[in-house]
């Protein structure tokens, strides 16, 4: 689980005069909250089966009866919690709450993957706040799919226009964009692991202009207005990961296509496409390769949020989420993982990609690569769920990231 709605996941780059306090204060937030995540864990122990009591010479057979019970008892799930910092040169620094519950749908069940309900809010120093609840469900023996989620909050983030020309030249528009966003999707299982089904999406947002003095980009068209996005589409999956939360074998692909209308009550009319594929390779029982390739196209009139926006969704670690955004875009990386002692593990990782005006249009020298290495600890053993903490290089950029369950 991690917040989206504007992905927090990079550190604020500084003037060489005030770099030495602004990383000693740096340091000092991370350790302060990395100790917090750890002692977060304190519920996690609720997803794995619980140790059996010794047993008892019983007295009559009523008494054994109820400690054979009692000693079959196990919890139904995994509770996962943890507060999660944000650095971020667009959203300033704070701390995302994230509280999930992994659990199976129905008990008898065993065919299904494991549910998940959680909720995340959003606290930052520049002003930002948020929250969020989502649930994703799989239902009579992996036959049903439904995934949705709620978002509400402000974000005041940094604009710096479409396009590669305009992300790399530096100039910015402070923006401060309030509204909610919900979604839902319904899939069903229509035989060799292919899901198919409907999507919806409907969201309101108002943005204005924080006060900003010199040059700056340009003012996107609906500052100042409320803006209605509503959506019908369709998503097709298929998935052969054994764990979902720690794929060691099989693929993950997925295609959604949202249908902006203002037929349906949409400010504006436009299309989305995304593609995403995963590929897992075990070696051994503690070491996996994992790829990764996103695809991404609009169509029609969008809003400048509603183009491809590059880095939002870990798609390539090391940039600042929304420096460049535009009509297409591609995004490929490779991450190799090891599980160690003490519930830790490492990852390193590499890959690069671009956005472009068309999809004929990009460019070999405007790739932007990205590499970086983490950390991995160990929040739920039942499930193989980890807490990840990821430090990333960019061009000409550096992030650091944290999150619940792997990048992809």
Known sequence: MQWNVCDGNEMRRHTKTNARSVWSRRAVLFLFFLLLGLLGKVAISAGQEQPEEPSKKADSAEKQTKEDKKDKRTHRGALVAAPLPIVSPAIGAGVVPVLGYIFPFQEKDKVSPPSVIGAAGLITDNGSRGFG??????MKEDTYEVKTFYAHGNINYDLFGVGFVNGNAGLKLPLKQAGQLFFIEGLRNIGWKFFVGPRFVNGNSFITLNSTTGDFALVPPDTGLTTNLRAVGIGVVRDSRINRFYPTQGMFLQFTGDFFSQGLGSKYSFQSYKVTFNKYQGFGSRQVLAYNLFLCGTGGEPPFYGNCVYGMNNELRGYQAGRYLDRYMFATQLEYRVVLRWRLGVVAFGGLGSVAPGADKFRTDQFLPGGGAGIRFLMSK?????????????????TWSVGVGEAF
């Open 382 to 398: 039942k499930y193989h769920v980890n807490l990840r903490t990821d430090f990333a290089w960019g061009k000409d950029t550096f």
């Open 133 to 138: 609840v989502g649930a994703d469900l799989f």
